[in-house]
């Protein structure tokens, strides 16, 4: 129902930016709940951030507040991702993600975008 895919990665120095973007295909709802989440080599997938379609409700990894922001583009189905002063830590390839049902797991995933800080 709904297809994602993610943009926008690449090479680093630490302290610099990026932007990610995810651009989604099907219909989404404003009950729909958007998230991106990265995983490092040899680690667990982890969480990164989230915020619902219509927005307000947004929440960070600890890890991340301060220097990441999701946002969206609702005329353009589009997710973002901002990532400022970023860290040699973040590396990891990260992944767009959309929960359709409360309550429920994340149900629809894109295939990632390889994020590398240098250090």
């Known amino acids: 129902q709904v297809l994602l895919v993610e943009s926008g990665g690449g090479l680093v120095q630490a302290g610099g930016s990026l932007r990610l973007s995810c651009a989604a295909s099907?219909?989404?709802?404003?009950?729909?709940?958007m998230g991106w989440f990265r995983q490092a080599p040899g680690k667990e997938r982890e969480f990164v951030a989230a915020?619902?379609?219509?927005?307000?409700?947004?929440t960070y990894a600890d890890s991340v507040k301060g220097r990441f922001t999701i946002s969206r583009d609702m005329g353009k189905n589009t997710i973002y991702l901002q990532m400022n002063s970023l860290k040699p830590e973040d590396t990891a390839v990260y992944f767009c993600?959309?929960?359709?049902?409360?309550?429920?797991?994340?149900?629809?995933w894109g295939q990632g975008t390889q994020v590398t800080v240098s250090s």
């Open positions: 099907g219909r989404i709802f404003s009950n729909y709940r």
């Open positions: 993600a959309v929960r359709s049902r409360p309550g429920d797991s994340y149900d629809y």
């Open positions: 915020d619902s379609w219509i927005g307000g409700t947004t």
